[in-house]
């Protein structure tokens, strides 16, 4: 799919869009400042070639991880790359790469990933008058979104991170609506989340000192000031994900070892029963063989007999084990 947005009435606004169906060639308006291919077809990224002037980068050249391959200049062409989060609110979070190019004053974007800030930003700019004049602008203001959709998700992973500690360490221990192993779930798939949200930090961060440095900052100052202020919010936000990330490995430990006292707890029970019950079992065993003559066979108390040496026998385990603290 691709998208073109250009200035009218002072505002970003969308004035090209293409679902890649047709086999027909496709031609991006010039006043176009940005131009977001989401999985191009080849005849949108022929009308992408055509108006940058540039190749734009693969699905394979995205996924490079090697820094010169992610961030570079070529043919008068900024080429940025950075991780970028999606499907958040999904048991499967993902965490793929998205190319930023600036050729001019103009911002092509490339993605095989639906990332919320896309359209957030898209919907925000067309009502906005005067701020996206530059494609470098609506980089930033692209990047602010991106960053912030990534604070909103770290903020709920703490707040969900903070209602699973209640739970662990709640005082009722015996609760039935605890279940260990619905929490074990949610802690890994709250670490795994945290995980790509630091792994996207990172790149972000790469992104911005690199484009300090490559970018014209006497030209446009106002640049300056953006990059300085989301590099600082992605540096806390990293931090922030460190601390997220040491409090799930915490939680995990702790669930593992609550289980573990309740498991040791439950072999305990098992096994005082199992010792209380010991010697009854060999005073029937006795009395129990099939010999002929058995000393208290023709006794007429044998049987209380043996049934009161069962029960003493039974009880004086357990009220030893009770003052010893074992039970």
Same mark, same amino acid.
């Given at each position: 799919?691709?998208?073109?947005?250009?200035?009218?009435?002072?505002?970003?606004?969308?004035?090209?869009?293409?679902?890649?169906?047709?086999?027909?060639?496709?031609?991006?308006?010039?006043?176009?400042?940005?131009?977001?291919?989401?999985?191009?077809?080849?005849?949108?990224?022929?009308?992408?070639?055509?108006?940058?002037?540039?190749?734009?980068?693969?699905?394979?050249?995205?996924?490079?991880?090697?820094?010169?391959?992610?961030?570079?200049?070529?043919?008068?062409?900024?080429?940025?790359?950075?991780?970028?989060?999606?499907?958040?609110?999904?048991?499967?979070?993902?965490?793929?790469?998205?190319?930023?190019?600036?050729?001019?004053?103009?911002? /092509?974007?490339?993605?095989? %990933?639906?990332?919320?800030?896309?359209? *957030? @930003?898209?919907?925000? =700019?067309?009502?906005? !008058?005067?701020?996206?004049?530059?494609?470098?602008?609506?980089?930033?203001?692209?990047?602010?979104?991106?960053?912030?959709?990534?604070?909103?998700?770290?903020?709920?992973?703490?707040?969900?991170?903070?209602?699973?500690?209640?739970?662990?360490?709640?005082?009722?221990?015996?609760?039935?609506?605890?279940?260990?192993?619905?929490?074990?779930?949610?802690?890994?798939?709250?670490?795994?989340?945290?995980?790509?949200?630091?792994?996207?930090?990172?790149?972000?961060?790469?992104?911005?000192?690199?484009?300090?440095?490559?970018?014209?900052?006497?030209?446009?100052?106002?640049?300056?000031?953006?990059?300085?202020?989301?590099?600082?919010?992605?540096?806390? /936000?990293?931090?922030?994900? %460190?601390?997220?990330?040491?409090?799930? *490995? @915490?939680?995990?430990? =702790?669930?593992?070892? !609550?289980?573990?006292?309740?498991?040791?707890?439950?072999?305990?029970?098992?096994?005082?029963?199992?010792?209380?019950?010991?010697?009854?079992?060999?005073?029937?065993?006795?009395?129990?063989?099939?010999?002929?003559?058995?000393?208290?066979?023709?006794?007429?108390?044998?049987?209380?007999?043996?049934?009161?040496?069962?029960?003493?026998?039974?009880?004086?385990?357990?009220?030893?084990?009770?003052?010893?603290?074992?039970?």
């Amino acid at each position: 799919m691709l998208r073109a947005f250009g200035l009218r009435d002072n505002c970003l606004r969308r004035n090209l869009t293409s679902s890649g169906e047709s086999s027909d060639a496709i031609s991006i308006p010039s006043g176009a400042l940005w131009v977001d291919l989401f999985a191009p077809t080849p005849q949108e990224r022929d009308a992408a070639k055509a108006i940058f002037g540039i190749d734009p980068p693969t699905k394979e050249d995205m996924e490079e991880i090697e820094i010169s391959s992610r961030l570079y200049q070529e043919d008068g062409g900024i080429f940025m790359t950075a991780l970028v989060l999606s499907r958040t609110e999904t048991e499967d979070p993902d965490c793929q790469g998205v190319s930023f190019i600036l050729v001019n004053d103009r911002l /092509l974007t490339v993605r095989y %990933t639906e990332p919320q800030p896309f359209n *957030t @930003f898209a919907n925000r =700019a067309e009502r906005q !008058v005067n701020l996206w004049p530059r494609g470098d602008i609506i980089m930033a203001g692209l990047l602010e979104a991106i960053i912030d959709r990534t604070a909103d998700v770290l903020e709920k992973v703490g707040a969900e991170v903070d209602n699973l500690s209640k739970q662990i360490f709640s005082g009722n221990g015996d609760s039935p609506t605890r279940d260990y192993q619905k929490i074990l779930l949610r802690l890994g798939n709250r670490n795994d989340l945290t995980s790509k949200a630091r792994e996207s930090l990172i790149s972000l961060g790469r992104m911005l000192a690199f484009l300090s440095q490559v970018i014209d900052l006497k030209a446009t100052k106002d640049m300056k000031g953006h990059i300085k202020v989301m590099t600082r919010d992605v540096q806390s /936000l990293a931090d922030h994900t %460190t601390f997220l990330s040491n409090t799930i *490995t @915490f939680l995990l430990d =702790a669930v593992l070892g !609550v289980v573990n006292i309740e498991q040791s707890r439950i072999i305990k029970i098992f096994s005082v029963v199992a010792v209380v019950f010991l010697p009854p079992t060999l005073v029937a065993s006795i009395y129990g063989m099939n010999f002929h003559y058995l000393p208290e066979l023709s006794w007429s108390y044998g049987y209380p007999m043996s049934l009161g040496l069962m029960v003493i026998s039974a009880v004086l385990p357990y009220f030893y084990f009770k003052w010893r603290g074992w039970m």
